[in-house]
């Protein structure tokens, strides 16, 4: 979700959380079968593939896990599946702009779970294109700040294409284009600068801010699209400022 660096923050801890309780294992597995069919099973020849490996492993999904999925994706052991993407577009409460990015072996089963998440949180589904315009893919490096300052991790992506790099608290994030995540994400472990993980993102370039309600309504139907398996990621354009963010903390 994009924001204030705040809500950047909370996002991130959430994703930390999710991963141990496994919420995530299945979604980052089926990323890594999906990175292999499409680049090859090799990790040092396929970016993807070496990327989503280790975001799982930062997430402590089991190596045996990681390594089954590869081997499926790469066509080494049978049972993996046809896995399509496809993004939704629609609206959510207060106005809120939101991409639904899928991945799924079953179309119809993702466009009923993402319309009824949709329609019983108070979201409806748009034509496509009618949102998308709103956001810009980007690529994002996220990594615990550690020992480094802002300005270390800054001296080592400057050269690399890295746009910006912003706190979020207990890590750092580094934003550029797509196309110069690798050589970002390269630049880190040349530094000797470990980094959690390495992924394109959309980033909204028009925000909608909204009140302590708003900011509930919208967290509510992003949880309810997350719950379901066939949803990777969910991006939005809210806006939800520190003074809105720390009234919902204290509810």
């Not at 207060?94 to 991945?103: K, Q, T």
């Not at 009923?112 to 998440?117: F, I, L, N, Q």
Request: net charge negative; with cysteine; proline share 3%.
């Amino acid at each position: 979700m994009a924001g204030h660096s705040k809500w950047a923050t909370t996002k991130h801890k959430k994703a930390i959380i999710d991963a141990r309780r496994g919420k995530n294992f299945a979604k980052l597995v089926k990323h890594i079968e999906v990175a292999a069919r499409t680049g090859g099973g090799d990790p040092a020849g396929n970016p993807t593939l070496f990327d989503a490996i280790q975001k799982a492993k930062k997430s402590s999904v089991p190596n045996d896990n990681i390594e089954r999925a590869r081997k499926r994706g790469a066509g080494e052991e049978a049972g993996g599946a046809d896995w399509q993407t496809i993004v939704y577009e629609g609206y959510g409460p207060s106005g809120v702009a939101i991409l639904i990015e899928c991945l799924t072996d079953n179309r119809n089963r993702a466009a009923g779970e993402v319309r009824v998440a949709m329609t019983r949180n108070g979201g409806n589904m748009a034509d496509p294109g009618s949102v998308a315009y709103l956001f810009t893919r980007k690529g994002v490096v996220t990594l615990e700040k550690g020992e480094q300052s802002e300005d270390d991790v800054l001296l080592a992506v400057l050269d690399a294409g890295a746009e910006e790099v912003n706190d979020l608290g207990e890590a750092f994030e580094v934003v550029c284009d797509p196309g110069d995540l690798v050589a970002v994400r390269t630049a880190l472990q040349e530094a000797g600068i470990d980094y959690d993980s390495a992924e394109p993102d959309f980033r909204a370039s028009v925000e909608v801010p909204v009140d302590a309600d708003g900011a509930r309504k919208v967290m509510k139907l992003v949880d309810a699209l997350e719950d379901s398996d066939d949803v990777q990621n969910v991006y939005t354009n809210v806006d939800i400022s520190d003074e809105v963010l720390a009234e919902i903390d204290d509810d």
